[in-house]
């Protein structure tokens, strides 16, 4: 291996031979001592440095290597890439690259968009639950200590006072047990739903859980939803799934979507084969014109460090929603988008957020909802026509069941019209773990709760517009994204209320980011260096 970086330091020296052939060579060079065993080892000893050092969290041992190597490969297979690389510095004339123009392919898009029609509603409504985040602790034990020095507490020892003592459904500090989870399904199936659209991260936050744990606690939950709730049920997975988290090589079949795939064959049917490839799908629901289009967002997950090997279109999940919404207007279908991450918040990546805000924008006739989770908070995101001018969609975002990070156990029942599939309202429910006697409830409908006739884009807009003026109206706002739990706020500022105008009114986190005139840490700087442009290669 020496030698073969001797041999690339001596083609580099020779800088005025560097031609195509020599950038190979060196490219190819660096690419073998990268797979080697020597650079195994020094993986492993960055890896154990790092985690030696005092801001490193407690479970750095379990994920620090691997993470590392997730990293270091997706930079290999993008910046040890010889077609790339010695095109980019020009030593190679072919193939050739080029940063996508994103305004040219927004115009194309858009260049046969029908004119906007009006929202039908009919008197026949239906309904449907989502379910998002649970999170599910199978080693919960009630009345252990809440304080600990990882993420998962409540695994056991003895409180030192009894308000560190892990409740019976679920500490603010903790993910939840098993029993939270089947007794919000029984409450589900007691409201007569239609079908249950399942939005992803269901395993604890626990980084040391191994492969064969996650799929584990997946079936475990499966079965449990399969006895529950005899319906038809829509999931996707979430970054918690993956391992490590959040890493997901988008580009082909993995060990997760391959398991999952058997796992959830009697729901998504056929469909299974997309979904073990790269973790979407689209199907119709039964005896209906609405189409359930599932995506995979790990493809925007600003967390995946597999995307740095390719952030263009990953796994091609732009590319399969553009020609899925095609194919429903053509038959007339009406389309519910569901996803893990939400792409109207900072942990999508900005160019992805983009080419997905211009499809909603084109499609915005048949988009009758988009619905994610991730955030574990309440909240309302609006879509944007490209140049950020109108309101063209809704992206709903669930609360989580889980409780980890002072959240009250929440599921959401929406009502939507059995014609048009329009969203007419949503009822939110919550456990609330501070209460006496806790147990699920209803705690607000959406129209009564902020007094509005309909859940349109430009009514929306509107409560959007007033949460900036109206401290009283932020307030409620904010009690509900956090679920009513004790980070509840007693005061919103002007700051504060331009913050949540600006997280309401965007659907690209740059764009919030300007609009609150802030600016990307150094980290996220790095990162989205790291990911770079979208890149076409010719």
């Known amino acids: 291996m020496a030698k073969a970086l001797l041999l690339l330091v001596s083609i580099l020296a020779a800088s005025a031979q560097f031609d195509c052939t020599y950038c190979r060579i060196a490219l190819q060079s660096l690419d073998v001592w990268t797979n080697s065993k020597d650079f195994d080892t020094v993986v492993q000893k960055v890896a154990d440095l790092v985690c030696s050092t005092k801001w490193a969290p407690s479970y750095c041992d379990d994920i620090g290597y691997p993470l590392l190597v997730e990293g270091i490969k997706a930079m290999q297979d993008r910046y040890i890439n010889a077609d790339y690389i010695c095109s980019t510095v020009s030593a190679c004339s072919f193939p050739t690259y080029q940063e996508e123009n994103l305004s040219d392919w927004a115009s194309k898009v858009l260049s046969d968009k029908p004119s906007s029609k009006s929202p039908t509603f009919s008197n026949s409504t239906f309904r449907f639950a989502q379910l998002t985040d649970i999170h599910v602790d199978l080693n919960y034990q009630e009345g252990s200590s809440t304080q600990c020095d990882g993420i998962s507490c409540c695994r056991g020892g003895t409180p030192s006072e009894q308000k560190y003592s892990a409740g019976e459904w679920g500490d603010y500090k903790c993910d939840i047990p098993l029993k939270t989870v089947t007794t919000a399904l029984n409450k589900i199936k007691e409201q007569n739903v239609d079908f249950l659209i399942w939005t992803g991260d269901i395993v604890s936050h626990d980084m040391s859980l191994t492969k064969e744990e996650k799929l584990g606690v997946i079936e475990k939950v499966t079965f449990e939803i399969m006895e529950n709730l005899k319906i038809p049920v829509y999931p996707l997975i979430g970054n918690e799934e993956c391992y490590p988290d959040h890493q997901f090589g988008i580009n082909g079949e993995s060990w997760l979507t391959n398991a999952l795939d058997a796992m959830w064959e009697n729901w998504i049917g056929m469909n299974s084969k997309t979904f073990s490839k790269f973790g979407h799908y689209s199907l119709k629901h039964k005896d209906t014109d609405l189409r359930i289009i599932a995506i995979n967002t790990l493809a925007c997950d600003v967390e995946n460090f597999a995307l740095i090997a390719n952030a263009t279109d990953p796994g091609e999940q732009i ?114 773990l501070a209460a006496s006697y806790p147990g699920f409830k209803e705690v607000y409908d959406f129209l009564s709760y902020y007094n509005l006739n309909n859940l349109l884009p430009s009514t929306l807009e509107k409560l959007a517009q007033e949460m900036r003026t109206d401290e009283f109206v932020s307030l409620k706002y904010l009690k509900n994204i956090v679920t009513g739990g004790p980070e509840t706020k007693g005061t919103c500022d002007e700051l504060c209320r331009a913050d949540l105008y600006c997280d309401l009114m965007y659907d690209v986190a740059e764009d919030q980011m300007n609009c609150k005139e802030l600016k990307e840490t150094f980290i996220h700087e790095i990162l989205f260096k790291l990911y770079g442009p979208w890149v076409l290669k010719l």
């Open 319 to 432: 590319s399969f929603l553009q020609q899925e919404l095609s194919k429903a207007e053509q038959n007339k279908e009406a389309v519910y988008i569901i996803g893990h991450v939400p792409p109207a918040t900072s942990s999508c990546l900005s160019p992805w957020a983009r080419h997905y805000s211009v499809l909603v924008e084109r499609y915005q006739n048949i988009i009758k909802g988009q619905f994610y989770g991730h955030t574990h908070s309440d909240e309302i995101r609006l879509s944007r026509s490209f140049g950020g001018h109108n309101p063209t969609s809704v992206q709903f975002i669930a609360p989580s069941l889980t409780s980890l990070s002072n959240r009250n156990p929440s599921f959401r029942i929406y009502s939507a019209d059995s014609s048009s599939f329009e969203i007419k309202n949503y009822h939110q429910w919550r456990l609330n």
